[in-house]
């Protein structure tokens, strides 16, 4: 995958788009979960991404796609991915895959004008519902009757997963793929909170430290605006408990959010003083809340630092917060005092 960054959009699309167009991770994804009839008859050395899209985007929060280009055979094929992030099953899934499918054919024809055949299109739907997917996935189950009509009727079928509904140790792959598909398989349940651990721990088996700190930015943002019962101090608490066995690459995210903290508890503190200073109409007013929300949003995050149980001096490196105002903090907890040997 190359450097460049990618605007994150919904957050389901994001996350999808970001984990699934890593090459590495798309093919590990397939050689797990594809049919052995299938993998025997690709070539997966030809396996490259497409950099077009086919959701349409009045539909796009529902949906994320990545459509990758293989020999099957030696001929052309494409391998279609969607991602449906509803937490219902849609009953018309085939016709939308059916629309994609003839818009993939359509730009294939502009770009190949000398060919005489369709490329196998081979549709691949993930879903992450809360209810157990139960509709069909046989176009023709579409119509009510069609019997004695079925060579007037399109039929395709579509391999279908649903990773909210298979047990963990059924989501195998790479690292990054394990991440994503334990992330997706959670994220509309309570018991999200109860795998952080185990999902923040997986980025420690990552070797490049570059893509493990892109990809555990992603990951938090994800699940910070899409996660319905964890609040960002939950998910800091979770990284911030294996900082240090995650050395620089938790440091370095865990720096990045406690750093976001500070800046949203400095932006409170100016509004609360800006509310202090209408109510008095003076400078002074407006500077102490500034300061008092400052003091605020920093005292906050070294409580649950400490709570933590992080060192002083790693405290005092992230936070800026000085040694002496850490163990006040400290004793106001109902902590002991640490000194460090002079």
């Known amino acids: 995958m190359s450097g460049q960054k990618k605007k994150i959009k919904d957050p389901h699309d994001g996350a999808f788009d970001y984990f699934f167009r890593e090459k590495e991770t798309a093919l590990s994804f397939l050689e797990e979960y594809l049919p052995v009839k299938i993998k025997r008859k690709l070539d997966f050395n030809s ?10 985007k009045e539909i796009a929060r529902y949906f994320s796609d990545v459509l990758y280009e293989i020999k099957l055979n030696d001929k052309p094929a494409f391998l279609y991915l ?7 099953e849609d009953w018309f899934i085939c016709l939308q895959l059916l629309k994609y499918m003839v818009k993939i054919w359509e730009n294939y024809l502009k770009q190949e004008k000398n060919k005489k055949y369709l490329p196998v299109i081979i549709p691949l739907v993930i879903y992450h519902g809360e209810r157990k997917w139960k509709i069909d996935k046989n176009f023709i189950s579409l119509f009510a009757d069609p019997e004695d009509l079925e060579e007037y009727i399109p039929d395709f079928s579509f391999n279908l997963y649903d990773i909210s509904h298979m047990p963990d140790e059924e989501l195998k792959g790479t690292v990054l793929l394990k991440i994503i598909l334990i992330a997706f398989k959670y994220i509309f349940s309570p018991k999200l909170r109860y795998k952080l651990g185990d999902i923040f721990k997986l980025f420690l088996e990552l070797h490049d430290k570059r893509k493990g700190i892109e990809y555990l930015e992603v990951l938090l943002r ?36 406690i750093k976001k903290g500070r800046e949203q508890g400095i932006e409170q503190g100016i509004e609360q003083g800006r509310e202090q200073g209408r109510e008095q109409g003076r400078e002074q007013g407006m500077e102490q809340g500034r300061e008092q929300g400052m003091e605020q949003g ?13 060192p002083i001096e790693t405290i005092t490196r992230i936070t800026g917060f000085p040694e002496e105002k850490i163990n006040q903090v400290k004793e106001k907890m109902g902590l002991k005092r640490e000194v460090r040997p002079s």
């Open 47 to 56: 396996l490259k991404i497409s950099k077009d899209t086919f959701v349409d």
């Open 82 to 88: 969607l991602f449906e992030h509803k937490s219902w």
């Open 222 to 257: 994800y699940l910070a605006s899409s996660a319905r019962d964890i609040k960002e101090e939950e998910l800091l608490e979770s990284v911030t408990q294996i900082l240090e066995e995650g050395g620089d690459i938790m440091q370095t995210i865990a720096e990045k959010w």
């Open 298 to 310: 920093m005292e906050k995050f070294v409580k649950r630092s400490l709570k933590e149980g992080l």
